[in-house]
């Protein structure tokens, strides 16, 4: 019994001297030993009774894991291809989701990334699980659209099962961008013929613009008609964002009573409607009723642009009243603050050389900042051969010459032919003329 109480004895000692070493270590809680007989019970009550200065462990940042993948790839370098995040995708075995290829097919989009944009297609086709949605596939024709692969676009356009609105604009709207009118109008018509015109009621003002585009640069002057009457059915001729292309439409085609029609038909004009008014009257010579259009704006404030500006301007060049009106629109000019819009510059420019005013000419083309718009040059050196200055206009020709301008082999004949009627100094200037290539 004596070496029992002696053996109990001894484990009591090394208790107390353990937790003597736990209070007074600072790092107790990471070398604490728990005897193996009994000791857990000392421990546990002196924990209970606050004893031990055990201190919870520091809180560790956790790790940064995002569910939304957008979060994830903003540190990933600007210049990063789509390509080469596809192929880091598929090196790491990382699936890719749709709202992934979204992300990616508005970056190509944007970025005009053709490369980018084929390589993207041919990894959406290898996925066999996924299953795209309308707008998924609306998305992957706007991208090749907007990087010019047509193409690939009308393939997809022809493989999908099913189109919206969407689907038909982003493939009108991408022939009209590269000049394919002809294929434009015969999608549009596809396309009436499936919905049967019902499209046109959700269909956008600015399809319909591209239409009538198509239908002006093909001289199709009846199925923009038929658009015409369509929307007159449907309620939408009045639409002021469609009234001035309905304007230039007719314009174009030289039925200005159809034109007036389609304005007077409108309760409220606006800027382009107005424009488009002024110029159909300018470009069929009626410059009377070109000014009386540009004062009746006035008086009805409505904004003027450089549209606007220009098609007035050429018609002042066309009235013999010694630039009257032209220096009225100048001032006009002026005070709205367009007098430095290129546009603005030319047709001034032009404007003061039909009017006999070459000085006012000269100072005019003095103030065009950008020397390289080729049309402000090639209007004063008209000015001086209209008004039979060739002197002058040869050395125009050395000034245009000098500063790297393209001169046009029609002005050159024109000079040549004005020179050869004059007299002998004439006919020494035809010969300078014949200098230049």
């Not at 894991?65 to 075995?93: G, K, V």
């Not at 990894?123 to 193409?151: A, E, W, Y």
């Not at 099962?161 to 590269?178: C, E, K, Q």
Request: proline content about 3%; aromatic content about 8%.
């Amino acid at each position: 019994m004596r070496n029992g109480s002696k053996v109990l004895f001894r484990r009591e000692m090394m208790d107390a001297k353990a937790l003597r070493v736990a209070v007074h270590s600072p790092s107790s809680t990471s070398r604490f030993v728990c005897h193996p007989c009994g000791s857990n019970n000392l421990i546990n009550s002196a924990v209970e009774n606050h004893q031990l200065p055990l201190r919870s462990p520091k809180p560790t940042k956790p790790l940064k894991t995002s569910s939304n993948w957008r979060e994830t790839t903003q540190s990933i370098p600007a210049n990063t291809s789509s390509a080469n995040i596809l192929l880091l995708m598929d090196n790491l075995s990382l699936p890719i989701t749709t709202d992934m290829y979204t992300c990616l097919i508005k970056e190509c989009t944007f970025q005009k990334d053709s490369a980018g944009a084929f390589e993207l297609l041919n990894h959406i086709r290898k996925r066999v699980n996924i299953k795209p949605t309308l707008l998924f596939l609306n998305r992957l024709l706007l991208m090749h659209v907007s990087c010019g692969q047509l193409d690939t676009a009308r393939q997809l356009f022809d493989e999908m099962p099913l189109r919206d609105f969407n689907s038909w604009a982003v493939m009108i709207v991408g022939y009209v961008d590269v000049a394919d009118y002809q294929e434009c109008i015969t999608l549009f018509a596809e396309m009436m013929k499936r919905k049967k015109g019902h499209m046109l009621l959700v269909f956008p003002a600015w399809i319909i613009v591209c239409v009538l585009k198509a239908c002006v640069c093909t001289m199709n002057m009846e199925l923009g008609k038929q658009v015409h009457g369509l929307l007159f059915k449907l309620g939408s001729s009045r639409n002021i964002s469609l009234t001035g292309s309905l304007i230039n439409f007719y314009g174009k085609f030289r039925c200005l009573e159809d034109a007036d029609f389609v304005f007077s038909q409108l309760k409220r004009h606006n800027t382009v409607v107005w424009t488009a008014k002024i110029v159909n009257n300018c470009r069929e010579g009626h410059f009377h009723q070109v000014f009386n259009d540009f004062k009746e704006m006035g008086r009805e404030r409505i904004k003027k642009n450089s549209y606007t500006f220009s098609s007035v301007l050429k018609a002042c060049g066309g009235v013999d009243d010694d630039g009257n009106c032209g220096r009225q629109v100048h001032a006009n000019i002026v005070k709205i603050g367009l007098e430095s819009d290129e546009y603005v510059q030319c047709g001034l420019v032009d404007m003061y050389g039909k009017c006999r005013l070459l000085r006012d000419a000269e100072r005019a083309f003095e103030l065009i900042v950008d020397k390289k718009n080729i049309a402000s040059w090639n209007a004063m050196l008209m000015g001086y051969i209209r008004n039979g200055l060739y002197v002058e206009a040869t050395k125009f020709l050395y000034l245009m010459k000098a500063s790297g301008i393209q001169i046009q082999e029609s002005l050159i004949n024109d000079l040549r032919i004005a020179c050869s009627s004059k007299d002998t100094l004439q006919n020494r200037m035809e010969r300078t003329v014949t200098m230049f290539p």
